[in-house]
């Protein structure tokens, strides 16, 4: 059974940094193109950011550009989002997902989720 278990989450205020995990098993993780979606309340699923399997090649939204870093260990088979210079609108749950094709921006490409962790950023 495929599982991907995302933690990490919690409230920061504006500036402040958090970093997320996202734990695979079940999956040949090294195989994966991996990414990191965001929904906020009412608002449609958001891409943030994504990983080729190899590691070699990461592809960013333009409003986390310079501020968000993902990686990965496929060793530890873990996915992960370093967070800085966090703003309000960076407010969401947070989501790991794979796929076995390429990179992609569009949520319906990725065919294993996590069940995502609430990232809030608030004075």
């Known amino acids: 059974q495929v599982q991907l278990v995302e933690s990490g989450g919690g409230s920061v205020q504006p500036g402040g940094s958090l970093i997320l995990s996202c734990a695979a098993s079940g999956l040949t993780f090294s195989t994966y193109t991996m990414a990191w979606f965001s929904q906020a309340p009412g608002k449609e699923r958001e891409f943030v950011a994504a990983?080729?399997?190899?590691?070699?090649?990461?592809f960013y939204a333009d409003s986390v550009k310079g501020r968000f870093t993902i990686s990965r260990d496929n060793i530890k088979n873990t996915l992960y989002l370093r967070m800085n210079s966090l703003k309000p609108e960076d407010t969401a749950v947070y989501s790991c997902?794979?796929?076995?094709?390429?990179?992609?921006?569009?949520?319906?490409?990725?065919?294993?989720w996590g069940q995502g962790t609430q990232v809030t950023v608030s004075s």
């Open positions: 990983i080729s399997w190899v590691g070699g090649s990461t």
């Open positions: 997902a794979g796929t076995r094709s390429v990179m992609m921006t569009i949520s319906s490409g990725y065919n294993y």
